[in-house]
């Protein structure tokens, strides 16, 4: 499994196809995430559906990155950003690679 971050309109999923073209594409993790929070399942439930989704074949998995900026004022929406950040942080820590993507070039950073 591929990591892909990056800002909103990057070129994250642009690379991915360029980069991995034999790779299926979970995109836009980060909205995955928030609704399924908003569907009222836990942190770890979401985790386990995430890894029953890539559990075969090659994926490359597709997500802005949240953390950054301006913390948001909403309670439920600081919730979101911690959840998808620890997912991240568990996904990355499985994926074969992790690259970060700005203005449309990637860096491969693990």
């Known amino acids: ?14 690379y991915a196809r360029a ?4 790779y299926r594409y979970l995109n ?8 399924r929070l908003d569907e009222g399942k836990k942190p770890d439930a979401i985790m386990a559906e995430i890894l029953d989704i ?3 074949g090659e994926w490359a998995i597709i997500s802005d ?3 950054n900026g301006v ?13 998808t950040g620890s997912i991240l942080t568990a996904l990355a820590k ?9 203005c449309g070039i ?4 693990k």
């Open 19 to 22: 980069n991995f073209p034999e």
């Open 1 to 14: 499994m591929i990591l892909i971050i990056g800002g909103s309109y990057q070129g994250k999923t642009a």
């Open 71 to 83: 913390v948001p004022l909403e309670p439920e929406d600081r919730r979101w950003r911690e959840i």
């Open 28 to 35: 836009q993790l980060h909205l995955f995430v928030k609704k």
């Open 94 to 102: 499985e994926a074969t690679e992790v690259h970060r993507v700005v």
């Open 65 to 67: 990155e949240i953390g």
């Open 106 to 109: 990637g860096q491969r950073i």
């Open 54 to 56: 890539i559990k075969e």
